[in-house]
């Protein structure tokens, strides 16, 4: 069995970027604008870009650094669920538990990634076996904006109350 590699992020005071550390040497980073789901992640040398499109039935395109589509992002109508396509392979991402504490990306052969945010450090924990950039990317993405989501969601009884 391959040795499962563990990475921590970690973001900044406005969310708008997250670092990504492999036993402690920065490795990668997403940035975005706040409020925005589109996103950019580098790692090692690896660049992609994630752009959010619909709004009804949202889908997200991932593109190389050279600007091609090398995959998306389905989601679900609550956007707890996902079905991401790549141009050889389809994983399955979702909440390992009720609570959507913890997340998980499966491929078609049951091998799993799984991402522990932590609201306490600001950041979180990617356990992986499977030892890619593009997915370690998606992960870092998908967490993004399921804060992003959360967040939004969370700020509306507020704005009810504010407009009211």
Do not use: C
């Amino acid at each position: 069995m391959e040795k499962k590699s563990i990475y921590n992020w970690k973001n900044n005071l406005f969310g708008t970027k997250s670092t990504l550390y492999r036993n402690e040497a920065v490795i990668g980073s997403l940035e975005s604008i706040n409020w925005n789901l589109d996103a950019h992640v580098s790692i090692h040398n690896d660049q992609f870009r994630f752009k959010n499109k619909g709004f009804f039935n949202p889908y997200t395109e991932i593109r190389n650094q050279h600007n091609e589509l090398i995959g998306d992002i389905e989601y679900d109508t609550w956007t707890t669920k996902a079905t991401i396509s790549l141009i050889d392979k389809k994983y399955t991402w979702r909440s390992k538990n009720m609570w959507m504490t913890s997340w998980q990306i499966e491929n078609e052969q049951g091998e799993i990634v799984e991402i522990k945010p932590s609201s306490l450090n600001n950041g979180g924990k990617i356990e992986s076996f499977e030892h890619s950039e593009l997915i370690l990317s998606i992960s870092l993405y998908l967490q993004k904006r399921i804060t992003l989501m959360v967040s939004m969601v969370a700020l509306i009884p507020l704005f009810t109350v504010l407009l009211g």
